[in-house]
């Protein structure tokens, strides 16, 4: 196919494609294809030249959460229920300039001097790619499919991923603007749930949300995002989630959301949330509630502080800890506990518990205490619960 002597002057001006370039290299073409076989070429091209190639169909399959190409070419796709190759592969070379252009649309760099990206797509995919020698085989790309709209918590309920009984607990607790933390594993579904809770929170609050690459999709009229920056090719103009999380604290939030903690912002976030920002939340990677404390403790390192001065600060800063585990592909909350202090220290205690679909949720040594703080009535919510089992 010829182009036009505008579409080479846009690729000598180094100006990068569009939609409407792809239109009018689909266009020089209709007298030979027909307006119909135009419309296919056009959507075909802007596949290949602006949207994910050969992955685009399961990017846009409905259900998909992750689509992954591994270093042997194989494509993976998870639909809620764990990564399933789909019997394609991609041939080495396809693959890495997809991984290639795909970096360049997220506003990354990505060759052998610079060879892993982290970044967010157009679409709002999240983009992971890592080139050889750094991995086995080929080039190994990874995007994390957000949802296509934000999901309240009556949706999760819907969906399995937590008994309804639970629903009034986690509202009460947004509205009583206790601070807490979602705790799971990779892909267990942290951010869908941060997101729902977010949901519940008055709409004349102002959200101020810190996040590494934009994930949240939050169903609030008053968000203000700040997104991390890496360092250009030159090693400058770095932008952290700590220095974000300082300048968040100066624009008048109502809430501090960091979408995960997972360095050293961790000392600001728990010296906000110390400091009169009531009703901050946040993720962080942890294999159980009772792994939580350790993780701060550990994160804290990183900046600098002591474990002491973790565990000091964070028995005054979070009051609640929701955790999502992933079952054979099946996402939910397995645990909500709360967090008392206990001779200075932080102990987490379980107040709510479930194993699944099919077994029934139960209450914890923590759920008086937690009802009392929500004015729930704790026999009546636990004569309920008793009841749905």
Do not use: Y
């Given at each position: 196919?010829?182009?036009?002597?505008?579409?080479?002057?846009?690729?000598?001006?180094?100006?990068?494609?569009?939609?409407?370039?792809?239109?009018?290299?689909?266009?020089?073409?209709?007298?030979?294809?027909?307006?119909?076989?135009?419309?296919?070429?056009?959507?075909?091209l802007a596949s290949r030249v602006l949207g994910a190639g050969p992955l685009d169909?399961?990017?846009?399959?409905?259900?998909?959460?992750?689509?992954?190409?591994?270093?042997?070419?194989?494509?993976?796709?998870?639909?809620?229920?764990?990564?399933?190759?789909?019997?394609?592969?991609?041939?080495?070379?396809?693959?890495?300039?997809?991984?290639?252009?795909?970096?360049?649309?997220?506003?990354?760099?990505?060759?052998?001097?610079?060879?892993?990206?982290?970044?967010?797509?157009?679409?709002?995919?999240?983009?992971?790619?890592?080139?050889?020698?750094?991995?086995?085989?080929?080039?190994?790309?990874?995007?994390?499919?957000?949802?296509?709209?934000?999901?309240?918590?009556?949706?999760?309920?819907?969906?399995?991923?937590?008994?309804?009984?639970?629903?009034?607990?986690?509202?009460?607790?947004?509205?009583?603007?206790?601070?807490?933390?979602?705790?799971?594993?990779?892909?267990?579904?942290?951010?869908?749930?941060?997101?729902?809770?977010?949901?519940?929170?008055?709409?004349?609050?102002?959200?101020?949300?810190?996040?590494?690459?934009?994930?949240?999709?939050?169903?609030?009229?008053?968000?203000?995002?700040?997104?991390?920056?890496?360092?250009?090719?030159?090693?400058?103009?770095?932008?952290?989630?700590?220095?974000?999380?300082?300048?968040?604290?100066?624009?008048?939030?109502?809430?501090?959301?960091?979408?995960?903690?997972?360095?050293?912002?961790?000392?600001?976030?728990?010296?906000?949330?110390?400091?009169?920002?009531?009703?901050?939340?946040?993720?962080?990677?942890?294999?159980?509630?009772?792994?939580?404390?350790?993780?701060?403790?550990?994160?804290?390192?990183?900046?600098?502080?002591?474990?002491?001065?973790?565990?000091?600060?964070?028995?005054?800063?979070?009051?609640?800890?929701?955790?999502?585990?992933?079952?054979?592909?099946?996402?939910?909350v397995s645990s909500v506990a709360a967090l008392f202090r206990r001779d200075g220290?932080?102990?987490?205690?379980?107040?709510?518990?479930?194993?699944?679909?099919?077994?029934?949720?139960?209450?914890?040594?923590?759920?008086?205490?937690?009802?009392?703080?929500?004015?729930?009535?704790?026999?009546?919510?636990?004569?309920?619960?008793?009841?749905?089992?």
């Amino acid at each position: 196919m010829s182009l036009s002597p505008a579409v080479w002057q846009r690729v000598r001006d180094g100006i990068s494609p569009d939609g409407g370039a792809v239109a009018e290299v689909a266009a020089q073409e209709q007298g030979a294809l027909g307006v119909r076989r135009v419309a296919a070429t056009r959507s075909a091209l802007a596949s290949r030249v602006l949207g994910a190639g050969p992955l685009d169909g399961w990017l846009t399959e409905p259900g998909v959460t992750d689509v992954a190409v591994n270093g042997d070419g194989s494509v993976w796709v998870d639909r809620g229920r764990g990564m399933e190759w789909v019997g394609e592969r991609l041939e080495a070379d396809e693959a890495r300039s997809l991984a290639v252009r795909l970096a360049g649309l997220a506003g990354r760099r990505l060759d052998d001097a610079s060879p892993w990206v982290d970044g967010q797509l157009p679409s709002g995919a999240r983009l992971h790619a890592m080139l050889p020698p750094l991995v086995a085989g080929g080039p190994h790309i990874t995007i994390r499919v957000p949802p296509g709209e934000a999901v309240s918590l009556d949706g999760l309920c819907a969906r399995g991923m937590m008994p309804r009984e639970w629903e009034c607990v986690l509202r009460a607790a947004v509205e009583a603007r206790l601070a807490f933390v979602v705790s799971g594993g990779t892909g267990a579904g942290k951010t869908t749930l941060l997101a729902a809770l977010l949901g519940c929170i008055d709409p004349v609050e102002r959200l101020l949300v810190v996040e590494d690459v934009r994930e949240l999709s939050i169903d609030h009229p008053h968000v203000v995002r700040l997104e991390a920056r890496p360092a250009n090719v030159e090693g400058a103009g770095e932008v952290t989630l700590t220095t974000l999380v300082r300048q968040a604290l100066r624009m008048r939030p109502d809430r501090i959301v960091v979408g995960e903690v997972r360095g050293a912002e961790v000392r600001e976030l728990l010296a906000a949330l110390n400091t009169g920002h009531e009703g901050g939340c946040g993720t962080v990677h942890a294999n159980a509630p009772a792994d939580v404390v350790a993780r701060f403790e550990a994160l804290g390192a990183l900046a600098g502080l002591a474990p002491d001065a973790v565990r000091a600060q964070l028995s005054a800063a979070i009051d609640l800890v929701v955790h999502v585990t992933r079952d054979r592909g099946h996402r939910r909350v397995s645990s909500v506990a709360a967090l008392f202090r206990r001779d200075g220290s932080p102990s987490i205690v379980p107040a709510l518990e479930w194993d699944g679909p099919g077994h029934p949720p139960r209450t914890g040594p923590g759920w008086t205490a937690l009802a009392a703080r929500l004015a729930l009535p704790a026999a009546a919510a636990a004569d309920r619960l008793e009841e749905a089992s």
